[in-house]
């Protein structure tokens, strides 16, 4: 089950010609985005609501696994996922469903960030702003 936010712009913007600068404001946007994104899963596990120790939301962050692309997982910082983070997300152990139905905090995320596509917009068209000027 892979929930994602993807960002998608083509055209004479981002050929090969680009300058230095458009690409680190490029850059800086997406790494705002993923950051923004992080805070947004992290908000949903408080106490009594997937929030033990806080080894969850700890473990929550954003890892660049491409030049333009970054990951929001559990572990994505300090490595493999924990254990019990997809229990968390789905409320599944060994694929079958628990009475507990999950929290579902990446897919309630990647909902609301697929929805406000001009929240993501005005993000990466500051960065490029600063990047250029």
């Known amino acids: 089950m892979a929930t994602s936010i993807t960002i998608t712009k083509t055209g004479p913007l981002l050929d090969a010609n680009v300058s230095a600068t458009l690409k680190r404001g490029i850059r800086a946007g997406i790494f705002d985005v993923a950051a923004e994104v992080t805070g947004t899963v992290q908000e949903q596990l408080y106490g009594g609501h997937g929030w033990v120790t806080g080894r969850l939301r700890g473990s929550i962050g954003a890892r ?11 572990g994505a910082i300090t490595g493999e996922p924990l254990v019990y983070a997809y229990w968390v997300e789905t409320g599944k152990r060994r694929g079958l469903q628990t009475r507990f139905r999950g929290y579902q ?11 406000s596509r001009s929240r993501i917009a005005k993000i990466m068209l500051t960065q490029i702003r600063q990047a250029l000027t």
């Not at 660049?64 to 559990?74: A, H, K, N, T």
């Not at 905090?105 to 929805?115: D, L, P, Q, V």
């Open 105 to 115: 905090m990446f897919k309630r995320t990647a909902e609301k960030w697929n929805s």
């Open 64 to 74: 660049q696994f491409s030049d333009l692309g970054y990951e929001v997982r559990s």
